[in-house]
């Protein structure tokens, strides 16, 4: 498991992919902080990960990135990245899915994401 707190290449997120799902990297972002667990079986070892560095609750999203998608088409970043977590089932938060049911915070982890991986 590793923290992202500075550019991370889609080439090192690919070979993360090759341990655990082959096509995707579990990943929970931190929305407050601007940074992001990645490289673990589940979203919710990332979280536990992340609270244990600092992190609060309200600003953990779990997503999926899928890296072979990237490299077809980067600039989509919709095409590659998938808002799907067990971490982001909080009815009681006004989040009844498994998804990002917020756009603003969509946007964010999106914003987040789109600075911290690159091609």
Same mark, same amino acid.
């Given at each position: ?32 902080r601007g940074i992001m667990a990645v ?10 990960f992340l609270l244990e560095k600092g $992190? ?6 779990? &997503? #999926? !990135?899928? @890296?072979?998608?990237?490299? %077809? ?5 919709? $095409?590659w990245v998938e808002f799907d977590s067990? &971490? #982001? !089932?909080? @009815?009681?938060?006004?989040? %009844? ?23």
């Amino acid at each position: 498991m590793l923290i992202v707190d500075k550019e991370i290449s889609m080439n090192t997120i690919l070979e993360m992919s090759q341990n655990h799902f082959g096509d995707l990297v579990k990943t929970v972002v931190d929305i407050k902080r601007g940074i992001m667990a990645v490289d673990a079986e589940m979203h919710c070892d990332e979280e536990q990960f992340l609270l244990e560095k600092g $992190s609060e609750q309200d600003d953990l999203w779990g &997503i #999926n !990135l899928y @890296p072979q998608k990237a490299q %077809k088409n980067f600039a989509n970043i919709e $095409s590659w990245v998938e808002f799907d977590s067990m &971490i #982001n !089932l909080r @009815p009681s938060w006004g989040n %009844k899915t498994r998804g990002v049911d917020d756009l603003k915070i969509q946007k964010k982890i999106l914003s987040i994401v789109k600075t911290l991986v690159k091609k």
